[in-house]
């Protein structure tokens, strides 16, 4: 005999898991430290790949003007100046990260606890189910 109690469980578990569960699930293998760690050398690579782009393309832009005051530029102010650019854009980019995988995190555990009590009554129905057949 079909158990309606059983089915919705099933139903709401296996929707969880192709939804939003494999991101939880996937985060859940993290201790939350390790996740931000995590996050905030991701946001460090990509702001360090994105700056030498952007400065690669700016160079390139401006190539006529640096060949031409090749020896008035003042090399040491402008790397100063693009080190604290670059830095400035770290710092700000960690703190949001930071921020934004903390709150993230939190949320994921949440919804992975009501994901583990639906487990654990599902897990219930099949122990009184399987002792009803004995």
Known sequence: ???NNKIKIMTKLALYE???GKNDIKISHFY???YIRYNILKTIVSITVGFLFLFALVGLYNVEYFI???TVINYKQ???YLLVLYLAAVIVYVILTIIITTIKYKNTRKH???YNKDLKELNEIYKTE?????
């Open 1 to 3: 005999m079909l158990n």
């Open 18 to 20: 192709q939804g939003n």
């Open 32 to 34: 939350k430290g390790d």
């Open 68 to 70: 031409t005051n090749a």
């Open 78 to 80: 402008m790397g100063i």
């Open 112 to 114: 992975l606890v009501k």
């Open 130 to 134: 399987k002792s009803d057949i004995r």
